[in-house]
């Protein structure tokens, strides 16, 4: 059994970027919020839900017994951003609680979840060890991005990098 397929049990696919592959991966989300991006067909089939709390936080307990050393986590599924900046928050302190040796946490990150979270939100969630936002910018064009029923305009994108 991988770690991936002990922390994500076979319900859904499973992405993650490619810098991602020796990290723990626990689920915050399932699906996508936006979900309506032409090009993108990673989430279609799934309905956006936010774990439960109590679910993430036995989930992490779990792991945190199985591998204590982790260093690295990515948090699944699509724009886990845009969750309230408080539970997020509350996410990152457990899991510097569980894992002593933590350095970062990554995840998914859409231009409007970032937006949307304060400058005062979104130093707290980094001095919190949150470090890599993976945010799609598809393209600088306007047209294009109408096109791709991409969510946000250019201008949003360069806001949120």
Not at 2 to 28: N, Q, V
Not at 36 to 48: A, E, L, S, V
Not at 69 to 98: E, H, K, N, Q, Y
């Amino acid at each position: 059994m991988s770690l991936l397929d002990w922390i994500l049990p076979d319900d859904g696919p499973r992405f993650r970027p490619p810098g991602e592959a020796d990290s723990l991966i626990l689920r915050a989300a399932h699906g996508c919020p936006w979900n309506r991006c032409t090009f993108c067909g990673m989430y279609k089939d799934i309905p956006y839900r936010a774990v439960p709390e109590a679910e993430f936080a036995a989930a992490a307990a779990r792991a945190a017994r199985q591998w204590p050393d982790v260093t690295r986590i990515f948090l699944a599924d699509g724009d886990v951003m845009g969750l309230p900046a408080s539970r997020l928050a509350s996410m990152l302190r457990l899991l510097g609680d569980l894992f002593p040796a933590l350095t970062r946490v990554n995840l998914y990150a859409n231009g409007s979840s970032i937006l949307a979270k304060s400058r005062e939100e979104l130093a707290e969630l980094k001095s919190l060890k949150l470090h890599t936002l993976y945010l799609g910018l598809e393209s600088g064009d306007e047209t294009v991005l109408r096109r791709v029923h991409k969510r946000e305009t250019a201008a949003e994108m360069a806001d949120a990098g």
